[in-house]
């Protein structure tokens, strides 16, 4: 059973970084998707970036690319979204997830696509 906890969230202000971690239990060597959503109040939940496990591609929405990245540590099974330039608009909570094994070369960033979420952690971008 693959479990995932994020950690990392808190309130900046606008301009600021954060660093967002997904650390996965329960966790093979298969090749999946693991990808971050956001969901702010009262809207519905948006696809923000994702890679695939093992080295290979990422996506990003439009409206963080340039100023967040996806990375992972095969070693830790943890996959890391920086986040930097932080806007009030970022404001949201954020979710990790994967998918089931992933043939695909791409991910994408459909959250049908993925089984397994995380709590959420909560980020803040003051004004």
């Known amino acids: 059973q693959v479990q995932l906890v994020e950690s990392g969230g808190d309130s900046v202000q606008a301009g600021g970084s954060l660093r967002l971690a997904c650390a996965a239990s329960g966790y093979s060597a298969i090749r999946r998707c693991v990808g971050w959503f956001r969901q702010a109040p009262g809207k519905e939940r948006e696809g923000v970036a994702a890679l695939v496990t093992g080295g290979g591609s990422t996506v990003y929405s439009e409206s963080v690319k340039g100023r967040f990245t996806i990375s992972q540590d095969n070693a830790k099974n943890t996959v890391y979204l920086q986040m930097n330039s932080l806007k009030p608009e970022d404001t949201a909570v954020y979710s990790c997830?994967?998918?089931?094994?992933?043939?695909?070369?791409?991910?994408?960033?459909?959250?049908?696509?993925?089984?397994?979420w995380g709590q959420g952690t909560q980020v803040t971008v003051s004004s």
């Open positions: 997830a994967a998918t089931p094994p992933w043939r695909g070369e791409n991910c994408a960033l459909n959250r049908n696509d993925y089984r397994y």
